[in-house]
């Protein structure tokens, strides 16, 4: 584990901003398809990879694996002919969920999987029981122990086998998984009550493009018909449409215009429906520009849902905006069992929220005050940025790894807007640690880049 973070974001509040941002490519297809290039027995080239923290420790799991991986400004060339070793290593995996994926591809190509348990974290317990299950209506073998996660195909050569698989959550992970896994699978698969997110999408295209055969993704019945095999592609990821909505709401709660690109406005439908409601404008400036024109802040209510619903991940940052609405709002989170560790820290900023199970009643105060606030998971820090750009006063958040795990130069991006935001590290000469994990330059084992 990197050694606890003691830098910290200063932020002085109540700056409007002004100008256009562009939007980083989106974390979470990047790690899905990451995960689906093991997939894949030649080069990948991925375009639009985000410079995270979380990129680089997948990344740290590919090699692990065996995988050839070398990162070239927002570029990543993989090659996973040779992936010998079946097991991903359990210091990585149990620091990034999302790690847990590869266990469908592996046990595609391979016919046999060891993944640690990915932990829970600050939002929850996070199980992996409907991806167990669906890998095992695929024909695998699949038994825990020790914290790790056995996965092996008896016979017919160690290949899965295509199966009817209902989720019992249209969970996004789960759907990925079993979908990598069913690509390779002899016969057909269909996934019912699967997620719909367009990350989801975004990996089905990812797969398909390398000859994967894949109907239905963005619906909730997806149906995949195995091949032997896949190949080579070069690949773009789709702009991150949470980055993106976080930054509409830097907009709406500082006051500010801003124009954002690259997005893709169908992927933000419940993002933009509710900040009219709560009286912005939202402007589809043709093409793949989006511009936030703020207005009054009126409160409104929230509930998350999977996907097409608004976002869980855009929870905390709505949440930020609406302490500072006019009237009551009530946020349900009905995705995640323990979402709503920002609150305490919003409190402490002048915010008025009351707790009651599963929702947050937010009643409008005039201002925030700025104070030093510790972030608790990803989305809690950007809400906690968005917070301290609107309060009076000096708000130091502490934390950072967590907002390094998904924001791509989230501050340098906030100062080029005019922001008054800087990151200060306990010890000046330490280069600041996000960058220098996430653009960590995983060493080029012999890789040789195929042409551009
Ligand atoms: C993905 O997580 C995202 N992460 C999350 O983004 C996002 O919040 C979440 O989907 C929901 O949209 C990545 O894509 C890397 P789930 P995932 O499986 O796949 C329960 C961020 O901030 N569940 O859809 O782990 C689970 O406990 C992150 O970028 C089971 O019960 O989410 C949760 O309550 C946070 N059993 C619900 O389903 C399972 O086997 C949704 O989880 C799997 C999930």
Redesign the pocket.
């Known amino acids: 584990m990197p050694e606890e973070d003691q830098s910290v974001l200063q932020i002085q509040g109540r700056t409007s901003l002004k100008g256009q941002v562009t939007i980083s490519g989106a974390?979470?297809s990047a790690?899905?398809i990451m995960a689906g290039a093991l997939l894949c027995p030649e080069d990948c080239r991925l375009r639009n990879i985000p410079s995270l923290v979380d990129v680089a420790r997948m990344s740290q799991v590919l090699s692990a694996l065996g995988v050839k991986i070398r990162r070239q400004d927002n570029i990543l060339d993989v090659n996973a002919s040779s992936i010998g070793k079946s097991k991903a290593p359990y210091e990585v995996v149990s620091q990034l969920?999302?790690s847990f994926f590869v266990i469908g591809p592996l046990l595609a190509r391979l016919g046999v999987a060891r993944v640690p348990l990915p932990g829970g974290c600050a939002?929850?317990?996070?199980?992996?029981?409907?991806?167990v299950r669906g890998l095992q209506a695929l024909g695998a073998e699949v038994r825990i122990e020790h914290g790790i996660v056995h996965a092996y195909v008896h016979g017919s050569g160690g290949r899965l086998k295509g199966a009817k698989i209902y989720l019992d959550?249209p969970?996004?992970?789960?759907t990925e998984t079993l979908m990598m896994a069913a690509t390779l699978a002899d016969g057909e698969t269909i996934i019912e009550n699967a997620?719909q997110?367009p990350?989801v999408v975004d990996l089905a295209n990812f797969c398909r493009a390398m000859g994967a055969k894949i109907k239905g993704a963005g619906t909730n019945a997806i149906a995949i018909s195995g091949v032997e095999r896949l190949h080579s592609v070069d690949y773009q990821i789709i702009p991150d449409r949470?980055e993106a909505g976080t930054f509409l709401v830097a907009g709406a709660i500082t006051h500010s215009e801003l124009v954002l690109s690259p997005v893709i406005p169908d992927h933000l439908t419940p993002v933009i429906a509710k900040l009219k409601t709560i009286g912005n404008r939202v402007i589809h400036e043709g093409g793949n520009c989006l511009r936030i024109v703020p207005g009054e802040l009126r409160g409104t209510d929230i509930e998350t849902l999977?996907y097409p619903g608004f976002?869980?991940?855009m929870q905390a940052q709505f949440m930020a905006l609406l302490t500072l609405a006019e009237g009551d709002s009530v946020i349900t989170e009905t995705?995640?069992?323990n979402r709503m560790r920002h609150v305490a820290e919003l409190s402490r900023m002048g915010a008025d929220i009351r707790i009651k199970g599963q929702n947050a009643i937010v009643r409008g105060v005039p201002l925030l005050s700025g104070a030093p606030v510790v972030a608790t998971d990803?989305?809690a820090s950007a809400a906690l940025v968005l917070a301290g750009l609107a309060a009076e006063g000096t708000t130091t958040i502490q934390g950072l790894h967590h907002l390094d795990r998904?924001y791509e130069n989230l501050e340098d991006k906030l100062r080029r807007l005019g922001a008054k935001i800087q990151r200060l590290t306990s010890d000046p000469q330490k280069e600041n640690l996000a960058s220098a994990e996430a653009t960590k330059v995983t060493k080029n084992n012999g890789f040789q880049a195929p042409s551009l």
């Open positions: 974390k979470n790690l899905a969920r999302a939002i929850g317990a996070r199980p992996v029981d409907l991806h959550y969970s996004v992970g789960a997620a997110e990350e949470i999977p976002p869980t991940d995705v995640f069992e990803l989305r998904g």
